[in-house]
Nanobody
């Protein structure tokens, strides 16, 4: 599986962005998908995740109520809608896939994810 993240950019505080992650391969629809981010000098951290059927989502406390993860299995794409952006949201955002198929819950640790995209930069100015 190859993942291609896009949609990042430079925005002002309070603005919105939607990230997309396009996956190759026919098994995308069976994977839990996640978004992570890494700010300069910090460790990569979990942002949001979604089960294979979209039936369950999970968010980091720092983004809950502002970010929404969704997926379109027909398009092999997972999205991250980011509203009310803050300067502290500035980071490189990565999408990732957990290759264990048809899992009922979202995992939040890096080591649980097997495939990673290349990252897209999000910069939020104050």
């Amino acid at each position: 599986v190859q993942l291609q993240a896009s949609g990042g950019g430079l925005v002002q505080a309070g603005d919105s962005l939607r990230l997309s992650c396009l996956a190759s391969g026919r098994t995308f629809s069976s994977y839990v998908m996640g978004w992570f981010r890494q700010a300069p000098g910090k460790e990569r951290e979990f942002v949001a995740g979604i089960t294979w059927d979209g039936g369950s989502t999970y968010y980091a406390d720092s983004v809950k109520g502002r970010f929404t993860i969704s997926r379109d299995n027909a398009k092999n794409t997972v999205y991250l809608q980011m509203n009310s952006l803050k300067p502290e949201d500035t980071a490189v955002y990565y999408c990732a896939a957990d290759r264990r198929t048809f899992q009922s819950g979202v995992v939040t640790t890096l080591r649980e994810y097997d495939y990673w995209g290349q990252g897209t930069q999000v910069t939020v100015s104050s």
